[in-house]
Nanobody, 124 residues
Framework: QVQLVESGGGLVQAGGSLRLSCTDSGRTFSRYAMGWFRQAPGKERDFVAAITWSGGSTYYADSVKGRFTISRINAKNTVYLLMNSLKPEDTAVYYC?????????????????WGQGTQVTVSS
């Protein structure tokens, strides 16, 4: 069973950085590709970044490419999202998710397990 818990959110000024973590308390973390999504108030949940089970491939939304970096350490059952050059429009609840599928990582319906989310607020 996959149980995901995010941490690392908070309030930061524009131009600042945050690193989000998502840890799985189960034993099968390395079998899953992992994704980060975000949802701003009144908006749909959107894809942010994804990483394959091995960490060999990563994918990003155009809006965060060059600013955010997704990585994972399977020995720690943890996936990270390093967010640099943050903008007020990055303000949202950030969710991590896990999938055993190997395609369409940007599609929400591909993910089977979700964390509870962590709030990121970027002030101008």
């Amino acid at each position: 069973q996959v149980q995901l818990v995010e941490s690392g959110g908070g309030l930061v000024q524009a131009g600042g950085s945050l690193r989000l973590s998502c840890t799985d308390s189960g034993r099968t973390f390395s079998r899953y590709a992992m994704g980060w999504f975000r949802q701003a108030p009144g908006k749909e949940r959107d894809f942010v970044a994804a990483i394959t089970w091995s960490g060999g491939s990563t994918y990003y939304a155009d809006s965060v490419k060059g600013r955010f970096t997704i990585s994972r350490i399977n020995a720690k059952n943890t996936v990270y999202l390093l967010m640099n050059s943050l903008k007020p429009e990055d303000t949202a609840v950030y969710y991590c998710a896990a999938t055993q599928r190997s395609t369409l990582y940007k599609v929400i319906s591909q993910y089977d397990y979700w964390g509870q989310g962590t709030q990121v607020t970027v002030s101008s």
